[in-house]
């Protein structure tokens, strides 16, 4: 079946369309876990790609978003626009912190904070990482198709946990984004252990992106990025805290962190969770990015050239994700197969729907395109051989029916 990216783009949006209804956007099918280790049940919040559907048996990266009730909807969006060639398609996980958000969050107990007593529940972080670890990740893998390829997203005090999941059980995700962390927590505990423990740890191959937004101080204006750091004042230890660490990862590379800070001096904490999920998750999947695009769109490039770029792309993604994958989507095979048809250049036509059918076997679309290529030139038997194993795949009445009319012709 010919399909080209306009195609395939009209089709992507008439589900969604289709899906909607009633509403312009939706995001997130509502579950629940029960904690034996919390004791209470705990809502989450599931998206799956777009491309997603049961028949494949296909497994993504997971995404798993604290505050997910209030984050989820902008990871999605960001998401949406920027899967295929910023980032993989993933599947994303919100987890609700609506209750319980700073006991669960908060890495040590305090029993006071700013010369105040503090009689809120905290210094939980480890129990919630259990539930987390016990709980969450094994339901969520037994239950949705996700890979163990997976990443963690927290603002403030889930930035503060995001950090300490990392110190403590770096083993659970592969990247991680801390928004605007809360490292001025229990006077900058964990800060200080982070110091330490950071030199004993092997993160080779982990993914740190951390934010600061741009109030510095609450009070004084004049307080910038270049002078915060002579500031000694508890308006300046949130993001004195945040530099510090960010420092102190950049001058100990040996660590092996692939690690990213940005400041967004134009953002408050509240709204600084946008451009951190954006460029925080395209900053730690760069390497997904597709290369050698000049080779794949220049008629003049060989088969033997284009079929090094592809294996050089399948052993990277392998190489990060840890399994095998496909370079390329199904839909970007064929439609380079039918764009050298087009341009009759046949044989790398061919080649490229040898490849669709290499890495996605269990596509009748990938066939029923090799069909299309033997019937390019003519070759009717060989047509009529592709589009029987389409049909095979399919059952549809199109295969079918095409099957017909190639067996009419002979």
Same mark, same amino acid.
């Given at each position: 079946m010919r399909t080209v990216l306009f195609l395939f783009f009209c089709v992507v949006f008439q589900q969604t369309a289709n899906c909607q209804k009633e509403y312009l956007y939706q995001v997130g099918k509502k579950d629940s876990v029960y904690s034996k280790v919390l004791n209470e049940s705990r809502e989450i919040y599931v998206q799956l790609p777009n491309s997603y559907t049961p028949d494949?048996?296909?497994?993504?990266?997971?995404? +798993?978003?604290?505050?997910?009730?209030?984050l989820l909807p902008?990871?999605?969006?960001?998401?949406?626009?920027? =899967?295929?060639?910023? /980032?993989?398609?993933?599947?994303?996980?919100?987890?609700?912190? !609506?209750e319980n958000r700073t006991r669960d969050l908060t890495t040590s107990k305090i029993t006071s904070r700013q010369e105040m007593p503090y009689? $809120? $529940?905290?210094?939980?972080?480890d129990n919630f990482l259990k539930f987390m670890q016990l709980e969450l990740i094994p339901f969520i893998e037994n239950q949705y198709p996700v890979t163990n390829y997976r990443t963690l997203i927290g603002h403030s005090y889930g930035g503060l946990f995001a950090i300490y999941s990392l110190l403590n059980q770096p083993e659970l995700f592969v990247n991680y984004i801390s928004i605007d962390p809360s490292l001025d927590w229990d006077n900058q505990k964990l800060l200080k252990q982070a110091e330490t423990v950071f030199l004993k740890k092997d993160l080779n191959?982990?993914?740190?992106? /951390?934010?600061?937004?741009?109030?510095? *101080?609450?009070?004084? =204006? $004049?307080?910038?990025l270049d002078n915060v750091m002579q500031?000694? =004042?508890?308006?300046?230890?949130f993001a004195r805290s945040n530099i510090e660490l960010s420092n102190f990862i950049k001058e100990n590379k040996a660590i092996g962190l692939n690690y990213y800070w940005q400041f967004y001096p134009?953002? #408050?904490?509240?709204?600084?969770?946008?451009?951190?999920?954006?460029?925080?998750?395209?900053?730690?999947?760069?390497?997904?990015? /597709?290369?050698?695009?000049d080779k794949i769109n220049n008629p003049e490039t060989s088969i033997d050239t284009l079929l090094k770029v592809i294996n050089y792309r399948e052993e990277k993604l392998q190489? *990060?994700?840890?399994?095998?994958?496909?370079? +390329?989507?199904?839909y970007l095979f064929n439609v380079l197969g039918y764009m050298n048809i087009d341009m009759e250049q046949l044989?790398?036509?061919?080649?490229?729907?040898?490849?669709?059918?290499?890495?996605?076997?269990?596509? !009748?679309?990938? +066939?029923? =395109? /090799?069909?299309?290529?033997? $019937?390019?030139?003519?070759? #009717?038997?060989?047509?009529?051989?592709?589009v029987t194993l389409a049909f095979q795949i399919s059952g549809s009445n199109y295969h079918k029916e095409r099957l017909e009319t190639l067996n009419a012709k002979k």
């Open positions: 494949t048996k296909e497994k993504y990266p997971v995404v +798993y978003v604290l505050d997910g009730d209030v902008t990871v999605v969006n960001v998401h949406d626009f920027y =899967s295929g060639g910023f /980032m993989p398609e993933m599947v994303i996980v919100g987890i609700s912190n !609506a009689n $809120e $529940e905290n210094g939980e972080a191959g982990k993914g740190l992106f /951390m934010s600061l937004g741009g109030q510095l *101080h609450m009070q004084n =204006s $004049e307080i910038t500031d000694t =004042s508890d308006y300046t230890l134009n953002d #408050l904490h509240g709204t600084i969770p946008q451009p951190s999920i954006k460029d925080g998750l395209i900053s730690l999947f760069t390497w997904f990015q /597709m290369e050698n695009m190489n *990060h994700f840890g399994y095998f994958v496909a370079p +390329y989507p199904d044989d790398k036509s061919k080649m490229y729907f040898e490849q669709a059918i290499k890495y996605y076997p269990k596509s !009748a679309n990938a +066939y029923d =395109s /090799m069909a299309d290529y033997y $019937e390019a030139i003519a070759d #009717l038997p060989n047509a009529i051989k592709y």
